[in-house]
């Protein structure tokens, strides 16, 4: 579920200092007074704005084509589909926090430098997991913006939120907190229509879903959203969905591959970390840290996740294994849930447990240590219990990192002929 930071896209951060506000009226940084209200939710409006609304657009960077594809190329990404250069956007917009009040956060907006005022589809994607908030895509120049500048320079707009606590956003991150992961994804997608509007360019309506890892979850989670009462408020078509090794089914798949050596001892310490300090903010996991956590990691381990934390802090602090991270009791607890473990398991497992009316397809990698094939193949049962076919796309014997980058350009070319 780990979008690191440390891999063979560290090489490709590039300062930003190139910085255009040509499209944008009133410049760098400029609040924007008033969104697309036409569209807005009125739930949960508080007294503060309405959710989607854009509060301010930043811009981050401006590459041509040749700079996009040496970007990718760096990040061993396919730039076969590129066709254009790229200019992206931080955008800071209203959305609700996990208790349903107004908070903002931020995302990264990304336009295609296409000549002309042809309509553009739209692309939502997901990032996966990251620690230090400055990981986030509209941040950091790394590995976060490989897709999103891979599927702009193929010819749609790209919106890839921060999620809440990342990125510019206040507060920690929830992680794995599916519902809010989904509402500031919806609330993105009103942003970006409001922003491609100011930079002068029409969005057709067509949406397309994909994600990487903690993304790709929450690509399944955004359009069995909008497949209900959560699209009808938005002026969009969903046409297809494209997750990539995804935590689809974290009861049956996930937490018992910590346990049987399909997840590897690195990762299952990061991940078990994250998830029980994040997930102890929602549900009644434990009152003290040292419940779950033996010393001296008890004394630590909610510090490590911050926001300020970088994977190479994190790993430093932990032990080897989960089982030496966690106390005898709660390491029971985490191979047989309940209570408020198994609150915070079943509040974010389903998300493949329904009918989609449009083309699905699932990429995973049976190489994957992180997040093993077996939560794909899990939620195609799921879907095909619903008369959904959705093919797992095997990338083969290769990392949790290196299925991202596979199935990156496929799925280009399979919204392309969507």
Known sequence: MNNSSSGPTRSVRRCAAALVALMFAGGVAAPVAQADARHAVRADRGDRGDRGDLLKVTPVADLSRAEVVAFLAKGKVDTATVRYGVTAYRLTYRTVGTDGGPTTATGLFVLPKIPGKRALGLVSDTHGTMVHRDYAPSVGEDFGRLSPYLYAASGNAVAAPDYLGL?????????????????????MLRASRAAAGRAGRTLTGDLYLTGFSQGGQVAMALARELSGRGGKSLPFRVRAVAPVSGPYDLSGEEIPALFDGRVNDTSGIFYTAYFLVAQNRLHPLYKNPAEAFRAPYADRVERLFDGRHGEEDVFAALPASVKELLTPGFYERMRHPTGGLKEALEANDGVCDWKPEVPVRLYAARGDTDVPIGNARSCAADLASHGVRAPVVDQGGVSHMESAVKSAPKIARWFAAR
Not at 169 to 186: E, I, L, N
């Open 167 to 187: 990125g510019k956003g206040p507060g920690v991150h929830p992680y794995m907190d599916t519902r809010s992961a989904v509402t500031a994804s919806q609330d």
